[in-house]
């Protein structure tokens, strides 16, 4: 039986050869993300902004009549609303601000999504309600704060776990790779304007974990090798470690993109976004645990003997006896 | 590493077997097949955005517990000191500063008031603080004001008492299996899977259903009403339906602020017609000692009006042509007949003691999640597959026992989150990609391994040794961290993150046994057996 061979047996190739152009490319990047995120901002959802968000399928059309609902909600009198496909072409989404007051008296929200449910499925007999939500400005703000707490919380801990394993370095290494991931993904919502919304979070933790995985997998071998070849330069040393496990990493991000694939072309509409994102951060993040995560080390310090268990004070009299007695002195 | 002895391979396929099945009942509810009912069924709970349904996040008016409290210390306060013996006269009285102040004409009655209403206080807490506070100031003036144990029980009390409400009102709509929690000091979660109209359900839980029947002031002129001003001891309450204006056009009216009853001492409410107009009306039946006191009220007052008040609002204001004995009265108001049956049933549940607030709401439609978890579920079976096939054709033998792994892996996790009841969300089912991927990731790791270990010239038993004991450091580190992020996430996440956390640590678990142990085991197996002297990876 033969078996399918990705990557050929012994690859020597020079990752690392490349890792100035290439931080100097995830850095821009980075940075074009930030200046998207501050100028474009992301489009929030009722989730972190608060307000209404209704969600429609027009079952007998090809596509839902987008200028049209926005008139026809825009002259309800509640303002103007943000209209958005989701899925398929004829479902969408219609966010809303919550009107004046209705932080106090939440009878006044209710009464505007009956108002505009009741419009559209009036004027489109086709028109399916396929849920409403609802939230307030102070919840908003709690959920965003969780969120934000939620991801932050489990990055530093995460970091800190690998600097107890490894070294501070490779601490520091793996919690630079987490930022640059989760910076381009959030880069990528700013540019497309896809929706984000508390699920988006989940995907956000999602390719964390992913991500996290692949450098583990990857500053594992590096450690292996640091104590087998105690004299290889560094740079010399990291890329026989990414040659090494390259053959597993290319399997192993082909797996889970076979498996997100089918959730993203036959998954539910719902969580296009989610999947997608997800997408993204599967190539992010294996592109980081080699250029981001691995060179950091170089830079950090990190040297081949740095596993080489430290001589103690006991250790250098003991030495020192042991050469005095040599006559070495 | 390699020798699996009998005892082990019992437990291990025995664990194994017995997780696994415990997935067939959620399976089966998924695809719509019926459960034998005589078999335990333990089934994993489909979230509201899968199954459909209604979320409300209702949180509690805290400052008006501590309003009522002290209208209700005023009140008992009066009755008391009016049913002393010989009665002691109050000059004035005020609840300003969240604290009830008066002042006695007698002030050499300090010390019999102070006795009679020490009984009016209790401890509240576990530190046997009072609930109240009783001080005399200038000789003749006590103040009372409440204590922060006294506020806080009383919150706690109020919402205790919400959610028996609440409950009861859910139930009235006859819909299954709410999910019904107390959230924080002063919030309210419900759940609500696949409600019909959860229009209903809010319009249910906003009303706070507090009625009550107050004497109408007669002496309060129109003009002074519009602008506000009230004869003492009267309050303005704004009608509910505002064209039902009394006489003058003026949209309030003011009623006398004591005195009046509470609609608390129901034993019944109905929605029913008016024999004379046909109008839809709610009919009450008071209990005992409510009737008592009804029939007091408008015998005492037969030819003056009464307002019916309901939430603050007053839906009418009959004139009394004469007493009420019964213990049963109707109330008319501009209904119709949902609104009137909505009322009957939140009269029947009792009042809530407290107002709510709808904070949050998601409301997903029973056809969007049924199309999600079909669509879902296609997506993982067409997945699974996929990936199947590819880890088959890169590692021959040692990709079937990965898949075969695989497979019992998503049916244990689905098995554990059945035993624990647990709720399956759309963030969960990305929690189970995550899973598949860490588990498919692991027994890569080992394979890679073992071959790299044999292209070093290790002869086959050791190598797959080799293989495990290499790559497990790695799947060691990576899950530690996955656990530890999961669990943060748990800890400080709220809705999609918790549901995302917890497939997560589940999946950790079994991912790890099944990937690493369960292979291992019959990798060793076959190796005992077959003893090859090559492997074909």
Known sequence: MKLLKLVPDHTNIRFLKWRVPFYVISLLLMAASIGLVMTKGLNLGVDFVGGQMIRVTFERSAEAPVPELREQVAKLGFGEPIIQRYGQPNQISIRMKLPEGAEAESALSEKMASTITADIKRNHKDAKIDGVDSVSGKVSKELGWDAFRALGFAALAVAAYIWIRFEWQFGVGALFALVHDVTLTLGMFALTQMEFDLNIVAALLTLIGYSLNDTIVVYDRIRENMKKYRKMPMPELLDLSVNETLSRTIVTSLSILITLMALLILGPDVIFGFTAAIVLGIFVGTYSSVYMAAPVLIWLGVHSDSFVAKETEIDRQERLARERSSGIV | MLDFPLWKRVWYWGLTLVLAACALPSLFSIAGLPWPSALPDPRVNLGLDLAGGSHLLLEANEAQVGQQRLENMEEDVRSRLKGADPRIEIGEMSRGGGKLSFTLKDSSRVDDVRELIAPLTTGAGLSGQRDWDIQVVDGNRFVLSPTPEGIEQAIDNAMESAVEVVRKRIDALGTREPTIIRQGDNRIVVQVPGLQDPQALKSLLGQTAKLEFKLVDETAVPSDIVAGIV???????????????????????????????????????????????????????????????????????????????????????????????????????????????????????????????????????????????????????????????????????????????????????????????????????????????????????????????????????????????????????????????????FVFGTGPIKGFAVVLMIGIATSVFTAVTLTRMWVSGWLRKARPSDLVL
């Not at chain 2, 209990?287 to 003056?304: C, D, I, P, Y």
């Not at chain 2, 089912?429 to 394979?447: M, P, R, S, Y």
């Open chain 2, 231 to 489: 004869p003492p001891g009267s309050e303005i309450v704004p009608f509910a339906d505002p064209t039902s204006a009394s006489a003058g056009g003026v949209p309030a009216i003011a009623v006398k602020r004591l005195g009046g009853i509470k609609g608390d001492q129901l034993t019944n409410a109905q929605q029913a017609f008016d024999p004379q107009t046909n109008e839809p009306v709610v009919s009450i039946t008071f209990n005992q000692q409510g009737g008592e006191r009804f029939a007091n009220l408008t015998s005492q007052n037969v030819k003056k009006r009464f307002a019916i008040i309901l939430d603050g609002k007053v839906l009418s204001a009959p004139s009394i042509n004469e007493p009420i004995m019964g213990g049963s009265a109707q109330i008319s108001g501009s209904f119709d007949v949902k609104s009137a049956t909505q009322l009957a049933i939140s009269l029947r549940s009792g009042a809530l003691p407290v107002d709510l607030k709808v904070m949050e709401e998601r409301t997903v439609g029973p056809d969007l999640g049924a199309d999600s978890i079909k669509s879902g579920m296609i997506a993982m079976l067409v997945g699974t597959t996929a990936l199947a096939v590819f880890i088959l054709i890169t590692y021959g033998r040692f990709g079937v026992y990965a898949n075969l792994a695989l497979v019992l892996n998503v049916l244990m996790i689905l098995g554990v989150m059945g035993i624990f009841g647990v709720t399956l969300t759309l963030p969960g089912i990305a929690g189970f990609v995550l899973t598949i991927g860490a588990a498919v990731d692991a027994n890569v790791l080992i394979n890679e391994r073992i071959r790299e270990e044999r292209h070093r010239g290790r002869r086959v038993v050791q190598s797959v040794e080799l293989g495990y004991k290499e790559a497990s450091r790695a799947i060691f580190d990576a899950n530690i961290t996955n656990v530890i992020a999961a669990v943060l996430m």
